[in-house]
Nanobody, 121 residues
């Protein structure tokens, strides 16, 4: 059973920075992709940023230029550096990892429990 754990959530003032981390019970490089999602009560979970096994990254428009996703080999972690935080960034941030398991493209997905980020105005 693969476990993902998010840490680093906190209360921060608008304009501030925060880095959340996703660690895994196996090498993060064993996944085909790792993403950060976020969710606020009453809304659907939304994709924030992705990094694939080759290191390519993608970002939602609402975080482009402010957030950076990266991998830390030494810590076996996927990091999300969040700068210029806004109150609307307040959410629970979840780590999500996928692994293709056969030639047909079937995937196994893993989710962490989430970490709360609160941005005060």
């Amino acid at each position: 059973q693969v476990r993902l754990e998010e840490t680093g959530g906190d209360l921060v003032q608008a304009g501030g920075s925060l880095r959340v981390s996703c660690t895994a019970s196996r090498s993060i490089f064993s996944f085909d992709g790792v993403d950060w999602y976020r969710q606020v009560p009453g809304k659907q979970r939304e994709l924030v940023a992705s990094i694939n096994s080759g290191g390519s990254t993608n970002y939602a428009d609402f975080v482009k230029g402010r957030f950076t996703i990266s991998r830390d080999m030494a810590k076996n972690a996927v990091l999300l550096q969040m700068n210029d935080l806004r109150p609307e960034d307040t959410a629970v941030y979840y780590c999500h990892a996928t692994k293709v398991v056969n030639v047909e493209g079937a995937r196994v997905e893993h989710w962490g429990q989430g970490t709360q980020v609160i941005v005060s105005s």
